[in-house]
């Protein structure tokens, strides 16, 4: 018998779940025991999925909660927003560690959920359990949940890039503006005017413009680094592409520092932090140096005239900003090295 820990995948028929699929699969502590679909119960996996075919031979499940305390240890709920809110309180009761990658669980507030998500907001007693997962933030929080709520992919990158600075007191939190860009697969597999070839495909578009429901999660999370109010302008950009996010942060400082400074600050709060990485002065990242891994690249750059730095923080909206962090969240939950199974590098070109 197998002394690997036993996951279920829920939603597994979604470009984040398969991503977890393919992540899981190459994890040595880690035994996929049921993927999980509503839609698609007792076809096989690699019916959707033909890249599958061989690896994983197993039929998809349908969602049975007593079926599951039988089959897995953790379960990663890969489900469009408003399902986790109802099925994570019943694996949290039936004994199940739960990853979540919805944004059911992220936002403090059930009224301000309501208004951004379009959604009846989850429980608050369960919505209290819930542990945000940023792992490079709130670690030792990670270490000790038994329900992890997975960050968002636009809050990932962007939080990352902007959170040493707002921690140091050294931002202007009134002067915050975020541009960020995200590849087609942010939108998920559904068929959309949007996502349609024709539409995207020698493209660009901003949509949500100040209606992003990443918002009220990335103004939340700054607020409790800095332990006050933060409101920030956020704009989000569709490309041509099919993975990676780049948020482009505009921030004025409150005193003079020099870039040498700023990299320096960056480097010791993320020292020993193996996923993100500080570009050197003048070198700054585009997506494809992180595609298809579990990196953050950082890089700056300090208009003197204006006083204003500008913040470049790339990453895989796949990995990094939902399934990869997902499993860095449950490495750390079980006491294991933060990078096990997400050691593989980008894939270039």
């Not at 190459?26 to 035994?31: G, L």
């Amino acid at each position: 018998m197998s002394n690997k820990l036993r996951a279920a995948i829920i939603g597994s028929t979604g470009y984040g779940g398969v991503e977890l699929i393919r992540l899981l699969l190459a994890h040595p502590n880690v035994e996929i025991t049921s993927v999980i679909s509503s839609s698609s119960a007792g076809a096989p996996i690699a019916e959707g999925f033909p890249h599958l075919n061989q690896i994983m031979v197993d039929a998809l499940d349908g969602i049975d909660v007593e079926q599951m305390k039988q089959k897995a240890d953790v379960v990663f709920l890969a489900t469009p927003h408003g399902v986790a809110s109802t099925l994570a309180p019943q694996l949290i009761d039936a004994g199940l560690k739960v990853v979540d990658l919805s944004g059911d669980f992220r936002l403090n507030s059930g009224e301000v959920y309501e208004q951004w998500y379009k959604h009846k907001p989850a429980d608050p007693a369960y919505v209290e359990k819930a542990v945000y997962g940023l792992s490079e933030v709130f670690a030792d929080e990670v270490k000790d949940a038994e329900f992890i709520s997975n960050p968002g992919c636009f809050p990932t990158a962007t939080l990352l890039g902007l959170i040493p600075l707002v921690k140091a007191g050294w931002a202007d939190l009134s002067s915050i503006i975020i541009d960020s860009k995200s590849g087609v697969s942010g939108a998920g597999r559904g068929l959309s005017l949007t996502s349609h070839y024709s539409e995207i495909n020698e493209n660009f578009l901003a949509y949500k413009v100040n209606k992003h429901q990443h918002t009220p999660e990335i103004e939340q999370v700054l607020g409790r680094v800095a332990g006050e109010d933060v409101v920030v302008t956020f704009t989000t950009h569709l490309v041509p592409m099919t993975r990676g996010i780049l948020s482009t942060m505009y921030v004025n400082l409150k005193e003079k520092h020099t870039e040498e400074e700023i990299i320096e600050l960056y480097k010791q709060y993320y020292e020993g932090r193996r996923f993100v990485r500080i570009r050197p002065q003048g070198n700054w990242p585009a997506t494809k140096h992180v595609w298809g891994s579990n990196y953050c690249d950082i890089g700056f750059s300090l208009d003197a005239r204006t006083g204003r730095l500008t913040v470049i923080s790339v990453i895989d909206n796949m990995v990094k900003g939902a399934a990869g962090q997902a499993i860095q969240n449950l490495n750390l939950m079980m006491g294991w090295e933060e990078t096990t199974g997400l050691t593989f590098s980008p894939v270039y070109p």
